[in-house]
């Protein structure tokens, strides 16, 4: 099997420059796609010897978007393709290890190890996030943005919805489920990631885009039999918008009913901290406001339209 890389990004810098080269010698060919960078990265790609395709700056970029042309710039001869974000950095021996495993499991489309957060103590943001890549092993519904897929089967589904703004890989993965395809995550080590979110409103941002793709997610694939985000969706509204609708109205009528509603807060706080510590539950509670957010904006934008969160 000849093995692909796709890399996509927007002004990474050094993280682009540090993921470029950490796949010399590793893969058959290496593609990076550009969203209108401004700091040099094309030329910088270019000269590290990737293949650079460059996004239509009169079209919206989306990562979805950015990772079907690297798919349609791959050469004949690619059977595999590794899909990296720019802030990311390929481990040694993880290829060997994802290859191996859709060499014996012909049935297994996608496989993605543990990615892993390259400074978690930069910050609360990043830690949190390290924690989050942590998933389980076996058989799973989805995959992140890192990943080594069959060109065959990804193609045979019309390849990533280059309109999502986010959660466009677990999308793409409940369709390949629904083909008959099996998506696994491997014990073994697949990439550094290099968020660097050490501002409040770094974080914000993220969970609002978290929220809108639940709510995209839920309405394309929620009727489905395993109800793909609804109850993420769902959890994000009632905490985020609901619950406090009803506080605020209740404040204007009966306010020791809206005292008794706004205790449900510190209880939720109370059994999310102990089920996975202080700062977990903290911001997993705090989350549900800019996810709520985040869904709403989804279902009121006009159609057609993609919301960027910058």
Partial sequence: MSIGA??????????LERSLQALAGQVAQIVYVDSGSTDGSVAMARGLGADVVELDMQQPFTAARARNAGMAALGEGVSLVQFLDGDCILRVGWLAAAEAHLKAHPQVAVVCGRRREEHPQASIYNGLIDCEWDTPVGEAQA??????????????????????????????????????WQIWRLDAEMTWHDAQITRFG??????????HAFAEGAALHGGGP??????????????????????????LLMPWAALGLALLY????????????????????????????????????RDGQIIEYR
Wanted: net charge positive; aromatic share 10%; charged share 25%.
């Fill in 6 to 15: 796709v890399v996509i990004g927007r002004n990474e810098g050094v993280r």
């Fill in 143 to 180: 995959c992140g943005g890192d990943a080594l897929m069959r060109l065959d089967a990804l193609r045979a589904v019309g390849g990533y919805r280059a309109e999502m703004i986010a959660g466009e890989e677990p999308e793409l993965c409940q369709r390949l489920r629904r083909a008959g």
């Fill in 202 to 211: 770094q974080w914000w941002r993220r969970s609002l885009r978290a929220g």
């Fill in 226 to 251: 395993d109800r793909h985000w609804v109850a993420e969706t769902r959890r994000a509204m009632l905490w985020g918008a609901l619950l406090p609708a009803v506080i605020l109205l209740f404040a």
């Fill in 266 to 301: 510190p209880l939720q706080l109370l059994r999310l901290m102990r089920r996975g510590g202080a700062a977990w539950g903290f911001f997993t509670l705090l989350g549900k406001f800019p996810e709520a957010l985040g869904a709403l904006k989804y279902h009121m934008r």
